[in-house]
Nanobody, 115 residues
Framework: QVQVVESGGGLVQPGGSLRLSCAAS????????MSWYRQAPGKERELVAG????????IYVDSVKGRFTISRDNAKNTVYLQMNSLKPEDTAVYYC????????WGQGTQVTVSS
């Protein structure tokens, strides 16, 4: 049974940092491309960052470039999203996606950026 579980969300002040983690089990993690998506209230879900199976290639949405960093540890079956210089507009539920022959989603973790 495949499980994808996010953690690390919370409330942070503007300019602060958070590190999200996504642990996957029940799949061959090193074969999967991993991505972080987010969905703010009233908005569509958007791709935030993605990383290939080897961890050698990353992509980011323009609004987070230079502030967010995606990384993965294939030995721990975990992908991370380091978020720095957070802004109120980063407030959303953040979802982890594993994709190869099919895709799996986590349940999401809330990130709220507010003073």
């Amino acid at each position: 049974q495949v499980q994808v579980v996010e953690s690390g969300g919370g409330l942070v002040q503007p300019g602060g940092s958070l590190r999200l983690s996504c642990a996957a089990s029940g799949l061959t993690f090193s074969s999967y491309r991993m991505s972080w998506y987010r969905q703010a209230p009233g908005k569509e879900r958007e791709l935030v960052a993605g990383i290939n199976s080897a961890g050698s290639n990353t992509i980011y949405v323009d609004s987070v470039k230079g502030r967010f960093t995606i990384s993965r540890d294939n030995a721990k079956n975990t992908v991370y999203l380091q978020m720095n210089s957070l802004k109120p507009e980063d407030t959303a539920v953040y979802y982890c996606q594993a994709r190869w022959l099919r895709e799996y989603w986590g349940q999401g973790t809330q990130v709220t950026v507010s003073s």
